[in-house]
């Protein structure tokens, strides 16, 4: 294995003042998962932006292999309303092999997520149903008055997976910068036999991830958290010129 060492903290300022990236890193900093949104569509103006601006993303081969079966109004309710029916009655069903397990820190990212979100609602550890309202929440896609199902095309595998991964990461930046709300949920995906059969996707089609999104109900406790970020040197190894046995030093 490549020995570590450390990058340093990111520089305070870059040259040539203020700029681009200045920005992009208040973009970034910006973006967070809403959990409680208002009931106001978004225009079809703003959403047609939002989508083109994700549309740049790049991909394997230049092939683009999202497909997006976006809602709005009413069929965003009974999208939720079936769904919801079939999430309390019926077992998970995955286009995706799902993680086998969270280890070591991957397990505490985890954990301290899920202590934040229930402690921002006064929900306690062992209040069992409780946390299980709150899932159901998922379903209902918090509130959202719009909801994007993202899709790949079967035969590209793992990369059209990661192509739309990349896709959806770009889609939240892009509603952010336009002031939209958003939150990606794999819950939508892990029922993706109830979402095919909804809107008559193709079985050529895997279902990735929904992002619901909307305006935010900033006066929601929920919408008070935020999650953490692990510094450089835990996620990053820089391997150099120097022989390895030197590295380290």
Sequence with gaps: MHAKHTLGEPAAT???????????????????????????????????????LAGRTASWCNTQPWHVYLTKGGATRRLAETLTEHARTRPQVSDFEAP???????????????????ASLGIDRADLSAREAQLMRNFVFFGAPH?????????????????????????????????VAT??????????????DYFGIPEDRLIVCAVSFGYPDTAHPVNGFRTSRAVLDDTIIVVDDRPRNEQNR
């Design 100 to 118: 086998a397990r969270y280890r070591g820190v991957y397990r505490d990212r985890r954990r301290e997520a899920g202590h934040a979100l229930y």
């Design 147 to 179: 909801v994007a199902v993202v899709t790949t095309d079967r035969d590209q595998g793992v990369y059209g997976a990661v192509d739309c991964g990349g896709y959806v990461a770009n889609l939240l930046n892009a509603a952010t910068s336009l002031g």
């Design 14 to 52: 870059k040259p040539g003042g203020a700029g681009a990236s200045e920005e992009f890193e208040k973009l970034l900093q910006r973006r967070w998962s809403c959990r409680a949104f208002l009931p106001d569509q978004v225009p079809d103006d703003v959403i047609t932006e939002m989508f083109a």
């Design 183 to 196: 939150i990606p949920q794999a819950a939508i995906a892990m029922h993706s036999d109830h979402v095919r």
